[in-house]
């Protein structure tokens, strides 16, 4: 049964380095010069960011709380596996409003 964890978490850290990868060769595509690490750093802020932003809305009485990239964020965060096939992503549309390429 322990193997079988640790074979699993295997599974998810390589498909995260995956994923990780795809969008430093996808954002190079773009003229932006982001590597592996990068991309998993920054992953994890906004995902921090989201989930921080989420506890913040439930815990205030006033309006909803959101952050930069938040309808994406959600959209692609959400425990609704809908919200994805509902609200696309175009990772171009966000680079742009985020931030410029570098070199």
């Given at each position: 049964?322990?193997?079988?964890?640790?074979?699993?978490?295997?599974?998810?850290?390589?498909?995260?380095?995956?994923?990780?990868?795809?969008i430093?060769?996808?954002?190079?595509?773009?003229?932006?010069?982001r590597?592996?690490?990068?991309?998993?750093?920054?992953?994890?802020?906004?995902?921090?960011?989201?989930?921080?932003?989420?506890?913040?809305?439930?815990?205030?009485?006033?309006?909803?709380?959101?952050?930069?990239?938040?309808?994406?964020?959600?959209?692609?965060?959400?425990?609704?596996?809908?919200?994805?096939?509902?609200?696309?992503?175009?990772?171009?549309?966000?680079?742009?409003?985020?931030?410029?390429?570098?070199?």
């Open positions: 049964m322990g193997e079988e964890s640790v074979q699993s978490q295997l599974r998810v850290t390589s498909r995260n380095r995956d994923t990780c990868g795809q430093s060769r996808g954002l190079c595509e773009k003229g932006y010069d590597d592996m690490q990068q991309c998993r750093a920054k992953i994890k802020e906004l995902r921090q960011m989201y989930r921080k932003t989420q506890e913040a809305s439930h815990r205030s009485g006033g309006a909803p709380k959101t952050c930069h990239f938040y309808k994406e964020l959600n959209a692609i965060l959400s425990d609704d596996p809908t919200s994805i096939a509902n609200s696309p992503v175009d990772t171009s549309q966000a680079a742009e409003r985020g931030g410029k390429p570098t070199g």
